[in-house]
């Protein structure tokens, strides 16, 4: 056992989001986050730099989530970082406002990537978390990191970015295997803005909107299946029994029928599976 999933031995996963999804907001001021924060002892710092979304979250001492903020942006593409400078003003635009809020200094941070990022690449993501003005502690795949909040011992990990999904089978509470493949939200966005032919800004907004998506459902359907497949050829011949999803894109409705339909297994989406993979990293906070 590692001394990130010792951290948080007592904390229920369902209870560490549900807390997550209260605090970490799409945009801090000083007018919208009201909360006695402490001021002193350690934090443990995530950032999440995502192809839809950026995440910034502090776990405290006890590893319950205090504070963070999430930001569309486009700086990252399919694990690579793209947008270098605007990833750094982004993110140092993010711990500013957390610090206004918590009346202290944010001095290290851990960050993540997909599973088969090149180092290199992985490096730059390093890069652009001390440009920011953290140190970075350390670098863990997602899905990886997905589990250190969930703590499985058996099954199927899929984390829906914006551009990948990554793939982490658990054995005896272990990740075994991972992989990471393209096709992920923005896929939805693409195939929407096609077939209504409008903007792909548009089509972002018309895919977060709930009263749009059963109406956007059937197009987005083969990208789904899509990701089915994905899963389905990753996991080939190893014997899990259950899928859990984390990421943004699980929050579409109808994805979980639909990999279930192509991969024959019990498929779910975690509760406020957004947050899942920026607490793990936050744990990997040493």
Same mark, same amino acid.
Do not use: K, M, W
């Given at each position: 056992m590692t001394e990130s999933t010792r951290f *948080?031995?007592?904390n229920h996963p369902a209870q560490l989001l549900s807390q997550a999804e209260q605090v *970490?907001?799409?945009a801090l001021s000083a007018q919208s986050f009201v909360r006695d924060l402490p001021k002193n002892g350690n934090f443990r710092v995530g950032v999440d730099l995502g192809t839809a979304f950026t995440v910034l979250v502090v776990l405290n001492e006890q590893g319950e989530p205090l504070i963070g903020e999430y930001q569309f942006a486009q700086v990252v593409r399919d694990g690579l970082v793209v947008d270098y400078v605007g990833a750094v003003d982004l993110l140092q635009g993010m711990k500013? +406002? &957390?610090? /206004?809020?918590?009346? +202290?200094?944010?001095?290290h941070a851990a960050s993540g990537y997909p599973p088969g990022v090149p180092p290199v690449e992985r490096q730059a993501t390093a890069n652009v978390v001390e440009a920011a003005g953290f140190k970075c502690t350390g670098l863990i795949d997602e899905p990886t990191a997905a589990n250190l909040i969930l703590g499985l011992e058996e099954g199927v990990i899929a984390d829906i970015g914006g551009g990948t999904t990554g793939i982490a089978i658990i054995e005896n509470g272990k990740v075994v295997y991972t992989a990471d493949e393209a096709t992920g939200g923005t896929h939805f966005s693409l195939v929407i803005a096609g077939a209504r032919d409008i903007s792909f800004e548009a /089509?972002?907004?018309?895919k977060k909107d709930p009263a749009e998506q059963a109406r956007l459902f059937p197009i987005v +359907?083969? &990208?789904m299946e899509k990701v089915g497949t994905i899963i389905e050829r990753q996991i080939q011949g190893s014997g899990v029994k259950s899928i859990s999803l984390v990421g943004g894109t699980p929050l579409f409705p109808g994805i979980a029928d639909v990999i279930g339909e192509i991969t024959g297994l019990p498929t779910a989406v975690i509760d406020h599976p957004l947050f899942v993979t920026p607490l793990g990293i936050a744990l990997y906070d040493q």
């Open positions: *948080i031995q007592g *970490i907001s799409p500013e +406002r &957390v610090e /206004a809020q918590l009346g +202290r200094q944010l001095t /089509a972002e907004s018309l +359907r083969p &990208v």
